[in-house]
C-alpha cells in the first residue's frame, strides 16, 4: 500500500482550465470566499437562488440537537415542482429532460411538459391506492423514464421512496420492503441487460411470497411497467399494469408543498455490519446541494448541454446527478438502459455521438474497462462534442484519469474526480472546472460551504504531507439525518468515533498532499469497493455461512485491475456435508449462492475452501493476512494469531 501512495503522490502532472474554458464557466473563484466569510448566508443564497420555495425559510441551519440536523426548517417546498413544473411555466415545456436509450436500441424523448404531465397522473394514482405523506414506496426497476417518474410521483405527494437497484435478489428487495415498511411496489415485468431480459416481476413475487413465518406483509399493490414484454404471474386484486391505470388517471394535478425536513427517500447501502443501513435524506438541504454541486462542478449550462451520467438509480449517484439534480437544473440528459458492452463494446461512444453528450460522468471501473478494451474503440466514434469528464465512486489512478482525458476527452476537457457518499447526499470534494488546476489522483479540495479535514486518531489535524482520517467538520446541507429506524445506529457509526469535536466520520483514510490538496485511499473499514459499489464483508460472510455446506467464512476485498476490488472468500466446509458430498464443484456453487442471495455484483472472483481461518486470541478474523495472501503477496506479521502456522497451510491450499 506505502510504495502505491508514495507512487501516487509522485504524480506531477497539472493541468489548468483553458482560458476560453474559464471565461464562460458557471463557477468562479469568489463562491470559494463568499462561503468562507459566511458559510450559511452562502447556503441560503444558493437555496434562494436555486430552488422555489413556496414558503421562504427564514432559519438556516438548526444543529441544536447534533448529529440530528435540519436545514431551511421553517420553508416549504414540493421536490417534484422544483424538477418539473416550474421548468414547463418557465416557458421551457418543450426542452428534452430526457433522452431515453433503450439496450435493443429503441428511444424515447420526454420533453419537460410530457414528464410533467406523466409524474401528475402517477402522483393521482399513488394517491388512488392510498399512499399518502411520510409512506414508503420501493421502486425496483431497469433505467427507463417511468423510473425516473416513480420517484418524482412519490416526492410530489411527501411520500418516500426506497429504490432497490434491479440487479439485487428477491431476498435482498424483501429485506429492504420490509424494513422501510413499504406499501407498494413499483417494478416493471422485465429490463433488458447484455442482450436478454432480465426478469424484475418474479423477483418482487418472491420477496413477497408468504414465508409462513407470521410476518406481515405491509405492502398491499404491485404497480408493473410493462417493458421486457416476459410472461409474469398476477395476483388479482393486488398487481396493476401501469398502462392500464397511468394513462387513465387525471393529469391535473397541484404539487402541495412539504415542509424542508420532510423526508425525501431511503436509500440502502452496506455498513460493516451484516444488516445494510437505510440511509434517509430529506427535501430543502438535499435539493440545494444537489442542484448547486450539478450545476458547479459540471459547469452545467442547461440551454445548450447534453448531460449523461451513467449510474444506474438504485445507486446514489443515480439519485442525486439522475433524477434529482438535472431535472431541478432544468437540464437535458441521457438515460441509457443497458450496459457498456451490449451489443458491441464502443455502445456508450455510439451513444455520446448519438446524442452530442456535452457533460459525461462515470466511474474508474469503468474507464479502466475501457483502457482494456483498447483505444481503437473510441475513436471510432466522434466525442468532440464532450466538454467536461466526470469520475466519481472510487479513486480513479493516474494512468485512467490521463487517459480518460487523453482518449474520451482529446487531451483538452477538464475531468472533475468527485468524492461523496450515499450518507453526504451529493458531491464534498472536488475541482471546480473553469477554476482548478487539476492533478490527476487526486480529489483536490472540499467544495465552497463544505469544512473538511484530514486527522489523526485523536483528532488532530494531520498537516501537509500526511495521511490519516477523512471528516467533515460543519453540517451541510445535503448530509444524510439519519438511519431508518435506528437513530442510535447512526450515532454509533458516523458520530462516536469523534464525538468531542463533533466531527463526522467518512470511513475513508486520506492524505494531504504538499499543497493541502486531497488523495483519497480507500475505506478504513470492513467495507469493499467492488466496481464502485459498496459492499460489506459481513454481508457477503453471512450469505456463504447460510449455505448447507459452509461452517465458516471470511470475505476480504482483493485489489483487482478492472474492478478496483475482488471479492475473494475463504470458506470452511462442514464435515458432516464433506463426509456426503466431498469439495468437488463446491466453490463455483458458492460462488452462484451468493449471487443468488445478494446479487450478481457480490460474486466472489475467488472461493477458497480452506480448514482453518487466521484468528487472533481474542477470535477476530485477520482478514489483513487473507487480502496477503489473496492478493499473491508474502504474508505480514502473523505474531498476533493464535496458532501462527495456521497462514502457511493456507497459503499452501489456496496455491
Ligand atoms: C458516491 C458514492 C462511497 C464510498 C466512499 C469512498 C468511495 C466515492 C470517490 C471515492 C475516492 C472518489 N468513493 N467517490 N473514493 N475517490 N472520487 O460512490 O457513494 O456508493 O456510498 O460509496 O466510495 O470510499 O466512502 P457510495
Request: proline residues 5%; charged residues 25%; negative net charge.
Amino acid at each position: 500500500m506505502s510504495s502505491q501512495i508514495d507512487h501516487l503522490l509522485n504524480e506531477t502532472r497539472r493541468f489548468a482550465p483553458s482560458e476560453e474554458f474559464a471565461a464562460s464557466a458557471v463557477a468562479t473563484a469568489e463562491l470559494y470566499e463568499q462561503a468562507e466569510a459566511d458559510r450559511e448566508g452562502f447556503w441560503a443564497e444558493q437555496s434562494r437562488t436555486l430552488l422555489h420555495w413556496e414558503k421562504p425559510f427564514t432559519e438556516v441551519l438548526d444543529w441544536s440537537t447534533p448529529p440530528f440536523a435540519k436545514w431551511f426548517a421553517d420553508g416549504e417546498l414540493n421536490v417534484a415542482y422544483n424538477c418539473l413544473d416550474r421548468h414547463v411555466e418557465a416557458g421551457n415545456g418543450d426542452r428534452v429532460a430526457l433522452l431515453w436509450e433503450g439496450e435493443p436500441g429503441d428511444s424515447r424523448r420526454v420533453t419537460y411538459a410530457e414528464l410533467t404531465e406523466e409524474v401528475k397522473r402517477l402522483a393521482n394514482v399513488l394517491t388512488g391506492l392510498g399512499i399518502e405523506a411520510g409512506d414508503r414506496v420501493a421502486v425496483y426497476l431497469p433505467m427507463i423514464p417511468e423510473a425516473i417518474a416513480s420517484m418524482l410521483a412519490v416526492a410530489r405527494i411527501g411520500a418516500i421512496h426506497s429504490v432497490v437497484f434491479g440487479g439485487f435478489s428477491a431476498d435482498s428487495l424483501r429485506s429492504r420492503i420490509d424494513d422501510a415498511g413499504a406499501k407498494l411496489v413499483i417494478t416493471a415485468d422485465g429490463g433488458y441487460r447484455k442482450g436478454k431480459v432480465s426478469p424484475l416481476k418474479p423477483a418482487v413475487d418472491q420477496a413477497l411470497a408468504d414465508r409462513g413465518d407470521g410476518e406481515q406483509l405491509t405492502v398491499e399493490h404491485v404497480l408493473v411497467v410493462r417493458r421486457g414484454e416476459n410472461e409474469v404471474a398476477w395476483t388479482e386484486g393486488r398487481d396493476l399494469w401501469w398502462h392500464d391505470v397511468v394513462p387513465a388517471a387525471s393529469a391535473e394535478h397541484t404539487a402541495q408543498a412539504f415542509p424542508a425536513e420532510n423526508p425525501l427517500f431511503i436509500l440502502y447501502t452496506s455498513g460493516t455490519t451484516g444488516k445494510p443501513k437505510g440511509i434517509l435524506h430529506t427535501s430543502g438541504g438535499y435539493l440545494t446541494q444537489a442542484a448547486f454541486t450539478h450545476r458547479n462542478v459540471f459547469d452545467l449550462h442547461p440551454e445548450s448541454d447534453v448531460y449523461w451520467c451513467t449510474a444506474d438509480i438504485g445507486w446514489i449517484t443515480g439519485h442525486t446527478y439522475v433524477a434529482y439534480a438535472p431535472l431541478a437544473n432544468g437540464a437535458t440528459q441521457v438515460l441509457y438502459e443497458g450496459t457498456p458492452e451490449f451489443p458491441q463494446p464502443g455502445r456508450w461512444w455510439e451513444v455520446i455521438e448519438k446524442y452530442g453528450v456535452t457533460i459525461f460522468y462515470t466511474a474508474p471501473t469503468a474507464i479502466r474497462g475501457f483502457m482494456k478494451q483498447g483505444r481503437q474503440i473510441p475513436q471510432r466514434r466522434d466525442l468532440s462534442s464532450l466538454r467536461v469528464l466526470g469520475s466519481v465512486g472510487e479513486p480513479i489512478n493516474p494512468e485512467a484519469w490521463i487517459w480518460y482525458r487523453e482518449i474520451i476527452g482529446a487531451g483538452r476537457t477538464p475531468i472533475v474526480d468527485t468524492w461523496w457518499q450515499t450518507e453526504t447526499g451529493a458531491i464534498m470534494v472536488s475541482a471546480l472546472p473553469g477554476v482548478t488546476e487539476t492533478k490527476p489522483g487526486s480529489a483536490q479540495v472540499a467544495l465552497p460551504g463544505i469544512s473538511l479535514d484530514v486527522v489523526d486518531e485523536k483528532a488532530r489535524h494531520v498537516g501537509h504531507g500526511n495521511g490519516g482520517l477523512l471528516v467533515v467538520t460543519e453540517p451541510w446541507p445535503s448530509m444524510l439525518r439519519g438511519i431508518w429506524g435506528d437513530p442510535e445506529r447512526y450515532r454509533e457509526t458516523y458520530w462516536d468515533r469523534f464525538a468531542d469535536q463533533g466531527h463526522y466520520f467518512a470511513g475513508d483514510g486520506a492524505r494531504l498532499d504538499e499543497d493541502g490538496d486531497i488523495w483519497l485511499l480507500g475505506r478504513v473499514d470492513d467495507v469493499m469497493n467492488i466496481s464502485g459499489h459498496r459492499l460489506s464483508t459481513a454481508e457477503i460472510e453471512s450469505a456463504l455461512v447460510a449455505h448447507e455446506a459452509t461452517a465458516e467464512a471470511a470475505v476480504v476485498g482483493a485489489s483487482d485491475e478492472t474492478t478496483g476490488q475482488a471479492v475473494v472468500a475463504f470458506v470452511i466446509l462442514k464435515e458432516s456435508y464433506l463426509k456426503l458430498h466431498g469439495p468437488d464443484g463446491l466453490a463455483q456453487q458458492l460462488r452462484a449462492w451468493v449471487s443468488e442471495q445478494i446479487g450478481p455484483i457480490a460474486r466472489p472472483r475467488d472461493v477458497y475452501i480452506v480448514g482453518e481461518l487466521p484468528k487472533t486470541r481474542s477470535g477476530k478474523i485477520m482478514r489483513r493476512l487473507l487480502r496477503d495472501v489473496a492478493e499473491g503477496r508474502e504474508v505480514g506479521d502473523t505474531t498476533t494469531l493464535a496458532d501462527t502456522a495456521v497462514m502457511s497451510v493456507i497459503s499452501a491450499q489456496v496455491r
